[in-house]
């Protein structure tokens, strides 16, 4: 009995690999995958130096670069990028975004983006309280695979109240897409 036993789980053991098919000269798979909306950015100018350049008095102004990637959905899609002055300048009695030393001193901007984006059409004052747009994307917008350029070119008023030295301030950048 102990023998009989022994046999037929050793023939059902060697024909089991047979039964499920499991092995064979070649085999087949189905990849699957889910394309979402995506965004990323990196800032390629890491300090922007504002200088005043020409006259007495002129503004100080620099460029800060940036390189963009997004894709947004088909249909309905949209994205953004957006800037705010996360650190004020400091330190005390320079420049101010939050509280300006004189009335009619803004640190102000103007973009450029290439498509798909849509840069800020007109001159924007930047802010410490709220974010304020750089670039908009519509439907179906994709950027190159490298990623495509952007830049923010800053003016901040040049007033004689300002006290001589050094001051700086922190910018984030931030990127969306739907």
Known sequence: MKRQYILALAAALISAPASYGQFAASGTTTLSVTVSAEAALSVTTSTTTLA?????????????????KIRTSQSTGTGNVTLKVTSDFSPA?????????????????????AAPATGCSSATTASTASATSV????????????GNAASTAWSLT?????HTGS???????TISAT
């Open 93 to 113: 009695n320079g420049p101010s975004v939050t509280t300006p030393p004189s009335a009619g001193d803004a640190l102000t901007y103007t973009c450029t983006a």
């Open 158 to 162: 040049n007033d004689p109240v300002y």
């Open 135 to 146: 670039a908009t994307f519509g439907a179906g917008a994709s950027s190159a695979n490298a």
């Open 167 to 173: 001051y700086t301030a922190t910018v984030t950048y």
């Open 52 to 68: 005043a350049l020409g006259t007495i008095f002129n503004p100080y102004t620099g460029t800060t670069n940036l390189t963009y």
